[in-house]
T-cell receptor, first 112, second 114 residues
Framework: DTAVSQTPKYLVTQMGNDKSIKCEQN?????MYWYKQDSKKFLKIMFS???????INETVPNRFSPKSPDKAHLNLHINSLELGDSAVYFC???????????FGQGTRLTVV | QKEVEQNSGPLSVPEGAIASLNCTYS??????FFWYRQYSGKSPELIMF??SNGDKEDGRFTAQLNKASQYVSLLIRDSQPSDSATYLC???WGSGGSNYKLTFGKGTLLTVNP
């Protein structure tokens, strides 16, 4: 009964390809996020969605496009992958407000 | 620019000792504060959260918050080798409603030596 699950866990792809990462949560939360953790382990928010609506969009290249078909799902599509996109991407969820955020197991993306 | 600062370490303590992890944050409007533990290759796992000034204890862990000094800390008593991990301080701020996000420090690597 995984709370926040994302797939795939590992993704190795060539530069220029397009790839997607899927995320689902069964906690009944209304807000979902994508975070990126770089090689120095710094964890930084990319996007947040509340009830399918984009709320936060940090300074992220427009090659990254999140999509939320419903409040339990948030996917991340990345076009024209670059070497610098290699990182671990974490999906997370919470209830609205300054509440606890739960993280998925992460997707390690390697662009070669 | 809202920032969260942590000493990156590594912090090395002997088994059974108290480990003290510190964090400062830049925005006085911050409302909630979290400590996450992250083992290598794993996702961040919540250890403690604190909303009010003072101490909050949970087993071997104590979180301390001082909003006037914009300072939050985590004490781990009777440290065990299994506590060896990176500890991430996170601050939740926003302008209301659903506009909240966690801002993380860069983490402190803790090593507990047997």
């Amino acid at each position: 009964d995984t709370a926040v699950s994302q797939t795939p866990k590992y993704l190795v792809t060539q530069m220029g390809n397009d790839k997607s990462i899927k995320c689902e949560q069964n906690l009944g939360h209304d807000t979902m996020y994508w975070y990126k953790q770089d090689s120095k382990k710094f964890l930084k928010i990319m996007f947040s969605y509340n009830n399918k609506e984009l709320i936060i969009n940090e300074t992220v290249p427009n090659r990254f496009s999140p999509k939320s078909p419903d409040k339990a799902h948030l996917n991340l599509h990345i076009n024209s992958l670059e070497l610098g996109d290699s990182a671990v991407y974490f999906c997370a969820s919470s209830l609205s407000g300054p509440t606890i955020t739960f993280f998925g197991q992460g997707t390690r993306l390697t662009v070669v | 620019q809202k920032e969260v600062e942590q000493n990156s370490g590594p912090l090395s303590v002997p088994e059974g000792a108290i480990a003290s992890l510190n964090c400062t944050y830049s925005d006085r409007g911050s409302q909630s504060f979290f400590w996450y533990r992250q083992y290598s290759g794993k996702s961040p796992e919540l250890i403690m959260f604190i909303y009010s000034n003072g101490d909050k204890e949970d087993g071997r862990f104590t979180a301390q918050l001082n909003k006037a000094s914009q300072y939050v800390s985590l004490l781990i008593r009777d440290s065990q080798p299994s506590d060896s991990a990176t500890y991430l301080c996170a601050v939740n701020w926003g302008s209301g409603g659903s506009n909240y996000k966690l801002t993380f420090g860069k983490g402190t690597l803790l090593t507990v030596n047997p």
